[in-house]
């Protein structure tokens, strides 16, 4: 199994975000890179690398990236893909099993 909340604001969006959330978050644990997909192309690519059979990925996601995170996933061949919401309503968890 892998758990990760990797880095997910894209670049441009991190010095707009709220003063507390910059003051008490390093930029390094926010910074997703240029569309802030980067960390979870390199998770889909490698991640099933270190999975056994039926390994399961969770990965924490922004709520804009319900679609583009299962979709990379699905191109590196993960199944059972399912984008799971907070209780705000807001995609927030894309599980996966790379069979």
Do not use: C, W
Not at 1 to 27: A, F, K, T
Not at 29 to 50: P, Q, S, T, V, W
Request: hydrophobic share 40%; glycine share 10%.
């Amino acid at each position: 199994m892998i758990v990760s909340n990797p880095p997910y604001i894209p670049s441009l969006v991190v010095d707009g975000l709220m003063p507390e959330v910059l003051q008490y978050e390093p930029r390094i644990a926010l910074d997703g890179k240029e569309d802030g997909l980067f960390f979870y192309r390199i998770l889909a690519r490698e991640g099933k690398k270190h999975l056994k059979k039926n390994g399961r990925l969770y990965l924490e996601i922004g709520h804009d990236q319900g679609e583009t995170v299962p979709a990379l996933l699905s191109q590196e061949d993960f199944k059972q893909i399912q984008v799971i919401k907070d209780l705000g309503g807001n995609d927030r968890v894309v599980a996966a099993v790379f069979p």
